[in-house]
C-alpha cells in the first residue's frame, strides 16, 4: 500500500512537493516513481528511483526540474518539484513495483499505485 501526501496548488515558476511511504515497511528491491495523468490522456511517468542502487529516472518533460529522493530506511520517497509550469498540472499518483534490486526501472511494470493526488500549477 503506498499512501502519498503533499501537492496542492501553486503558481508557475513555484515549488512543490511530496511524499511517498510504502507500507511503513524498508522498500529495498524494487522501483518506486510517480506518474501523472490528465484528463484524455494515458498516464504518463515522471520520475523514479531502484531503490536497491539509488539510481534515478526522469522524464524528458521534468529532468532537471524534478528530483525524485528516497530516506535513509527506504520506507519513504520524495518528489521535488520546481520551476513549475502551467502543463505540469495533472493528478499525480506514487507507484511501486518489486523486481531484483539491481534491475533498472521501466516505466510500464508498475504495478501498485497509490490514490492519486492533483497538482494545480496557474
Known amino acids: 500500500q503506498l499512501v502519498e501526501s503533499g501537492g496542492g496548488s501553486e503558481q508557475a515558476g513555484g515549488f512543490l512537493t511530496f511524499s511517498c511511504v510504502a507500507s511503513?515497511?524498508?522498500?529495498?528491491?524494487?522501483?518506486m516513481g510517480w506518474f501523472r495523468q490528465t484528463p484524455g490522456r494515458d498516464r504518463e511517468g515522471v520520475a523514479a528511483?531502484?531503490?536497491?542502487?539509488?539510481?534515478?529516472y526522469y522524464s524528458d518533460s521534468v529532468k532537471d526540474r524534478f528530483t525524485i529522493s528516497q530516506d535513509s530506511a527506504k520506507t519513504t520517497v520524495y518528489l521535488q518539484m520546481s520551476s513549475l509550469k502551467p502543463e505540469d498540472s495533472a493528478m499525480y499518483y506514487c507507484?511501486?513495483?518489486?523486481?531484483?534490486?539491481?534491475?533498472?526501472?521501466?516505466?510500464?511494470?508498475?504495478?501498485?499505485w497509490g490514490q492519486g493526488t492533483q497538482v494545480t500549477v496557474s
Open positions: 528511483i531502484s531503490t536497491g542502487v539509488g539510481a534515478t
Open positions: 507507484a511501486s513495483v518489486q523486481q531484483p534490486w539491481h534491475a533498472g526501472c521501466d516505466w510500464k511494470t508498475f504495478n501498485v
Open positions: 511503513g515497511r524498508p522498500f529495498r528491491r524494487g522501483c
